[in-house]
Nanobody
Framework: QVQLVESGGGLVQPGGSLRLSCAAS????????IGWFRQAPGKEREGVSC????????YYADSVKGRFTISRDDAKNTVFLQMNSLKPEDTAVYYC???????????????????????WGQGTLVTVSS
């Protein structure tokens, strides 16, 4: 069964850190671009960060540059999102998605492409609040 399963969300105080995990199964993820997306209540889904193993490319949204780091462990078929210096505006449901065709830029930065991404996870809630 082809799937992505996110974990690691929770409640954290402003300035704190969380690490999200996206575990892939049923397919060889090292040939895919994999990314993290988030959606806050009443807002559009946003591409946060994407990574592609085959060329080492990464993408970060301006809102998270310098605070979030994406990485992947292909041996474990898992992608991580290390989130530091969290802010209340980072509160959202975080989803991971995978696709074999898109570049990281096209995958993350162009919302028109989100509907075409091949695989989506179920999401994990991150709440940043004191």
């Amino acid at each position: 069964q082809v799937q992505l399963v996110e974990s690691g969300g929770g409640l954290v105080q402003p300035g704190g850190s969380l690490r999200l995990s996206c575990a892939a199964s049923g397919f060889t993820s090292d040939y895919y671009s994999i990314g993290w997306f988030r959606q806050a209540p009443g807002k559009e889904r946003e591409g946060v960060s994407c990574i592609k193993s085959s060329d080492g490319s990464t993408y970060y949204a301006d809102s998270v540059k310098g605070r979030f780091t994406i990485s992947r462990d292909d041996a474990k078929n898992t992608v991580f999102l290390q989130m530091n210096s969290l802010k209340p505006e980072d509160t959202a449901v975080y989803y991971c998605a995978a696709d074999p065709l898109f570049t990281v830029q096209a995958m993350c930065a162009l919302p028109v492409n989100y509907r075409y991404l091949e695989i989506w996870g179920q999401g994990t809630l991150v709440t940043v609040s004191s």
